[in-house]
């Protein structure tokens, strides 16, 4: 039997505003059984757009199989607010979350905060991995049972599957633990794009400092590649450096006007995709090259073996075949019954991700303390 496809698609829309024009996509990617959906998003004022992260919390109770990856951007933002959001969305999706990780490198999106100026790519990306790095420990500073709703006792949680990640990177110091339970995925997924350009042995340093963010931290890459041949030479360096799990999308724009179109993206996706797991497409109208898609191309592909029929498993990990990740903290020995500590038994008890002082009063947050530059 063939090796069955992975596919996505972008939902860009700029200009656009409206709850239903998002939904109605959506509810499009769903028909069609997609993996999951991407939305572009950033600080700069044009073109305007709705923030990405929202609007994929208003879509997570009106789909139910579809994963859900806005863009956000690591620059000007803090990682510990980042990785609330993103679990946030993981919790409302039920497991369906994951993480486009971008970048801002221009002077309005400078000025729009006013607290630094742009900085060079490799500096953005390499302050991007730091910041994927510190969302993960995060992500894992809950163990999964640390929730224990012992109304007898009137405990909450367990406070031994809390943790400290005491995160020290070349950009950020972040104490933690999250404020927010563990992700039912452990870890949403974490997408980053890169271009074979990136992977090329005179690369510039901002698409080297990409290409080792991803091979890092990410469990997709969205590729751009400008042929097959050359798709094929990055997808084997991608897996060289970040493992066999990764899990490689060939990023293609695609405008389904005609029956020559729909069978021209066919004939890519049925001929095998040089070396990649399936395609991310970037549609020019997405309503009209969503349907297309779900009513033309996809029950094609069903036909031929080559993709799903439905959803199976629960989670956008399940989709994807990537392993639920233990958490790097968690304990070796279970916590007796009876011991540990609720964050509601004292009045002198913290709150997670606040520092105390030597005599034990809360004084500040720590957990979004950045290095200075």
């Known amino acids: ?54 609007t994929f919390a208003r879509l997570a109770p009106v789909t139910h199989g579809l994963g859900l990856v806005p863009t956000v951007t690591t620059t000007h933002t ?7 959001a993103v679990n946030t969305l993981d919790w409302v999706s039920e497991g369906r979350a994951g993480w486009l990780v971008g970048v801002s490198d221009t002077e309005a999106e400078a000025r729009a905060f006013g607290r630094r100026g742009t900085a060079p790519a490799e500096t953005l990306w390499a302050e991007a991995a730091d910041a994927a790095d510190a969302a993960s420990r995060l992500w894992d500073s809950w163990e999964d049972d640390a929730e224990i709703r012992d109304t007898a006792t009137g405990r909450f949680v367990d406070r031994a599957k809390l943790h400290h990640i005491d995160f020290e990177g070349p950009y ?16 949403p997924v974490v997408a980053v794009t890169v271009a074979a350009a990136d992977l090329a042995p005179d690369a510039d340093p901002g698409g080297r400092a990409r290409v080792a963010t991803a091979a890092r931290h990410a469990d997709v890459v969205l590729l751009d590649a400008p042929d097959r041949a050359t798709r094929l030479t990055a997808a084997t360096e991608l ?45 020019a109208d997405p309503a009209r090259d969503l349907a297309v898609l779900a009513d033309h191309v996809v029950p094609a592909l069903r036909e031929r073996g080559l993709f799903r029929t439905g959803y199976t498993g ?44 030597a005599a034990g009063t809360p004084t500040r947050p720590a957990a979004t303390a950045e290095v200075p530059r």
């Open 1 to 54: 039997m063939p090796r069955q496809l992975h596919l996505s698609a972008a939902l860009d829309s700029p200009g656009r505003f409206d709850a239903a024009h998002f939904t109605d996509l959506a509810r499009l990617a769903e028909r069609a059984t997609l993996d999951f959906v991407t939305l572009d998003d950033s600080y700069t004022p044009e073109p305007r757009r709705l923030d990405a992260l929202a």
């Open 78 to 84: 803090e990682p510990f607010h980042t990785s609330i």
């Open 172 to 187: 950020f110091s972040v104490r933690g633990p999250s404020i927010t339970p563990r992700p039912p995925q452990g870890r």
């Open 239 to 283: 897996r060289l450096r970040g493992g066999e799990a990764l899990r490689i999308l060939a990023r293609i724009p695609v405008a389904l006007t005609t029956a020559a179109a729909t069978a021209a993206l066919l004939t890519e996706a049925t001929e095998g995709g040089g070396g990649v797991d399936g395609f991310h497409l970037v549609p």
């Open 314 to 357: 629960r989670t956008l990990r399940d989709r994807l075949g990537l392993a639920r990740p233990a958490s790097r903290y968690a304990s070796a020995a279970t916590t007796p019954a009876g011991t540990g500590t609720s964050t509601a038994e004292t009045s002198t008890t913290e709150p997670p991700g606040t520092e105390t002082s």
